[in-house]
């Protein structure tokens, strides 16, 4: 392999990038590997650009010890602690998000799954969404089974969300409760279900740029096509929350990378984003051809108005229906 044009031109054509050819993208100067990265997005997925919105449909006192997370009840933060909100709430929240031209909802809770009683609760709130607005909705209910994913794609539902978080090495490493494995039987179950599934990760948690390129190769493997790139925002009262912030240059190079290993995928900027001195403008010229607009689970994030801006300012088009992103490979 000579250079970076020539693997960028054998992407296009169809190669898939391996682990030694990725970890030498890895040591590539930044701007070049950056421009080759945005050229790969251009030829797959040309100039759209899916925008979701998420909501904290249930917060704090969560049983598993992720070391990132404000909500976990082993870690001690002033994160708020509510349980599932009602279905009059969700509904007024998802009109509103509707109403500022985002595709997509998601309703993500607190827990290690919810339990069959909460997610009759919730493909009612679902159904009422599905009729009320044109959003498509996805959910964010942690390890579900088979037949629980079933009801919630009759409900209306038509993407999971359920990140890996790291790579399989690293994951022993942020969470002893469940295991990297048991996420990936979740994300199977869901497919098999027929949903599609959004899975990505951290990034800045004590990972190798190795553990990077598993975790992208792992996300390749199960067919994942939205990918959601989230920089660690170190809480206060997390094993974490001493932890540096990734530096731009870091952020914007993990992005590159993806984009050469999951060429057709929407990969999304997601929590932390509002650390990066531009709001994360740099990175949709980098790769990354999505976004989580609007606040975060537990930090604020950007505004819908400010992203549209930026992004009609960037030349995206922001899509306002699903199928030009879910069959697309």
Known sequence: MDTLETLTQQVMGGHKVTKEEALWLSTQPLEPLCRQADKIRRHFCQNTFDLCTI?????????ENCKFCAQSAHNH????????????????????????????????????????EEID?????????????????????????????????????????????????????????????DKVSAIQAAQRAGLTVCSGGIMGMGETMADRIDMALSLR????????????????????GEYPTLSEEEVLRIL??????????????????GLLPDGGRSCF??????????????????????DLQMLTELGYEVKLDETADDHRH
């Open 77 to 116: 933060t002033d994160a708020d602690t509510y349980p599932l909100l009602s279905k009059e709430e969700i509904l007024a929240d998802a009109k509103k998000q509707a109403a500022q031209g985002v595709l997509r909802y998601s309703i993500v809770t607190a827990g290690k799954a919810l339990s069959d």
């Open 221 to 240: 493997e199960l067919g994942i096509t939205s990918v959601p790139v989230n920089v660690l925002n170190p809480i206060p009262g997390t094993p974490f």
């Open 121 to 181: 609760s919730m493909c009612d709130t679902i159904r009422q969404i599905r009729q009320e607005t044109t959003l498509s909705i996805c959910v964010s209910f942690g390890l579900l089974t088979e037949p629980q994913f079933r009801r919630l794609k009759e409900a209306g539902v038509s993407r999971v969300h359920n990140n890996l978080e790291t790579s399989e090495k690293h994951f022993p490493n942020i969470c002893t409760t469940h295991t990297f494995a």
């Open 256 to 273: 590159a990378l993806y984009r050469f290993l999951l060429p057709a995928a929407s990969i999304r900027m997601a929590g932390g984003r």
């Open 285 to 306: 010229l980098s790769g990354a051809n999505a976004a989580i607009t609007g606040d975060m689970l537990t930090t604020a994030g950007i505004t819908v108005q400010t």
């Open 55 to 63: 909501i904290n449909g249930k917060s704090g006192r969560c049983s």
